[in-house]
């Protein structure tokens, strides 16, 4: 009884968005509301522990909000002083043929962003470049959430790795080459599916020729990166060796010669990117300057259910670093840009009243919809349903849980929206069944935080920020339907490959069980 009421939110959320076609906000309203019964009528959760929940959640919201507006007044902003415009042109003076553009951005220039700053960075950004340069909006920001969705574990340096750590206590270096085995299926997967998304079979057989080799020269750094142990590093020189392969793959199949002249509109190509290099250089910055004290962070008590469910207390929840967090850093991007703006005479008030009312109106309905989702997910976290649930399927499932244990990351990431959260619900929980099956705790931990990474792709904020830079808020549950179906394919891949490493292969990485 217990188990199906732990599945009825997001089985209402599903229904909604893709039986029923409802807008985000409108299931949303209704998965947070049936989270709020059952969780108070059936699972013991009282009104103090829904408040503490709803609060929690809440903040939560605050971090991921701040992050989309930023991003969407920086969009609208490069648009409308037709910066975007001048990078577009460029690009199709470097490489001309449409898909390996395609494949180029959405796989891996997207993956580069999110080895530096991840957290719907590469989202924000390449989607609407993609659709200025002509491609269907759909398309585009489906093949940025599902391409970069690889790199998401071993990106924004290293957030979601340590986390796994943390939260096994397992050692980093050996964790590291265990995800490292699920993550080059995924990067090979996700980079199949964006010329899939692009073009269908044919251009996944044509796709080929870029994907395999590029796949291997990524998956032969990642490892070595590892041994060298550099972890915070490795999503980014990962991704940034997969794009220089490509483009190299490019030039010497296609042979395009060299650009007589780049591109310039009332902006040069380098003024163009100064917001975008702007992130890049001070999301780099930001991590090696210790400046973690300028920050703020909210307080919550622990309590217990009714049916004895354990919540800890948070003595510092969902921390917004003035230097680290990714919205102050778009600001300030922002800021440069507006100052170029300024010194090369294309500065107009008016201009900047259009980019706050387009901000403003894009951001309405997703702020809702995005505080009524991510509160659900700690409605359901805190009052016991999500550990209900997977306490249940690996009981029925038993000897072949690794089969069903990536959908345990997915599911985690598609309920909070991270992947380092989903390590945090999950993490400890697929070691110790690993352990009770006496199998290696590295594999089941490795692939917890990969199947996390590809999750992403599903995860409301993720969702709502891809509506939110590709002009589709209310139509949310196409992107849903466009994604849903190569993540959980990838997952069976993956479980697959779980059961195979964990009891045909018998591996054993970091020497213990």
């Not at 010329?195 to 870029?210: A, N």
């Not at 030039?251 to 010669?257: L, M, R």
Request: glycine share 10%; proline share 3%.
């Amino acid at each position: 009884m217990h188990t199906i009421l732990s599945f009825l939110p997001l089985l209402i959320l599903l229904s909604c968005l893709l039986v029923f076609k409802m807008t985000a906000g409108k299931s949303g309203a209704l998965a947070i509301l049936s989270s709020i019964v059952i969780a108070y009528g059936f699972f013991g959760m009282n009104i103090n522990g829904l408040t503490i929940a709803m609060s929690k959640g809440m903040s939560l919201a605050l971090y991921v909000l701040l992050i989309i507006w930023s991003a969407v007044f920086l969009y609208h902003l490069v648009y409308e002083f037709q910066a975007i415009d001048v990078i577009n042109k460029n690009i199709l003076i470097f490489i001309k043929d449409p898909f390996t553009q395609f494949l180029l951005l959405a796989w891996l220039f997207s993956s580069v962003l999110q080895g530096i700053a991840g957290f719907g960075v590469p989202v924000i950004i390449v989607v609407p470049i993609l659709i200025h340069l002509g491609f269907d909006r759909l398309s585009s920001v489906a093949a940025v959430m599902l391409g970069h969705s690889w790199s998401v574990s071993f990106g924004s340096m290293g957030s979601s790795f340590f986390t796994i750590a943390l939260v096994t206590n397992l050692n980093q270096q050996s964790i590291g080459y265990a995800m490292g085995i699920f993550d080059a299926l995924a990067m090979v997967m996700m980079g199949l599916t964006v010329c899939y998304i692009y073009g269908g079979w044919k251009y996944v057989k044509k796709g080929l020729v870029y994907v395999i080799p590029t796949s291997i020269v990524m998956i032969s750094v990642m490892f070595a990166v590892l041994y060298l142990n550099l972890v915070s590093l490795v999503g980014l020189l990962t991704a940034l060796s997969g794009l220089l392969t490509m483009f190299l793959l490019y030039t010497i199949k296609e042979k395009p010669g060299k650009p007589e002249k780049l591109y310039e509109g009332k902006l040069t190509l380098g003024k163009a990117l100064l917001p975008y290099t702007t992130i890049i250089v001070l999301s780099l910055l930001f991590q090696f300057m210790k400046l973690g004290k300028y920050s703020i962070s909210f307080k919550y008590p622990g309590f217990v259910t009714n049916l004895g469910h354990v919540v800890a207390q948070e003595a510092a929840y969902s921390t917004i670093k003035f230097f680290g967090h990714p919205a102050p850093i778009i600001i300030m991007s922002a800021i440069v840009g507006m100052i170029v703006y300024k010194q090369s005479g294309i500065w107009d008030t008016q201009k900047i009243k259009t980019v706050i009312s387009r901000t403003i109106d894009k951001n309405i309905g997703t702020t809702i919809t995005l505080v009524f989702l991510i509160t659900m997910a700690l409605v359901m976290m805190d009052s016991g349903m999500t550990n209900t649930l997977a306490l249940k399927v690996s009981e029925l499932t038993g000897s072949l849980y690794p089969l069903f244990a990536p959908f345990f990351g997915v599911l985690g990431s598609f309920i909070t929206g991270s992947n380092t959260n989903s390590n945090v619900i999950f993490g400890k929980f697929q070691m110790s069944v690993a352990m009770a099956l006496g199998v290696n705790s590295y594999v089941m931990s490795g692939l917890q935080s990969i199947s996390g990474s590809i999750g992403v792709s599903l995860g409301p904020t993720t969702i709502l920020m891809g509506a939110s830079a590709s002009g589709l808020t209310g139509h949310e549950s196409e992107i849903y339907k466009r994604v849903i179906k190569p993540i959980l394919l990838t997952a069976l891949l993956m479980g697959l490959l779980n059961y195979l490493l964990l009891f045909v292969f018998k591996i054993n990485i970091g020497g213990v069980l």
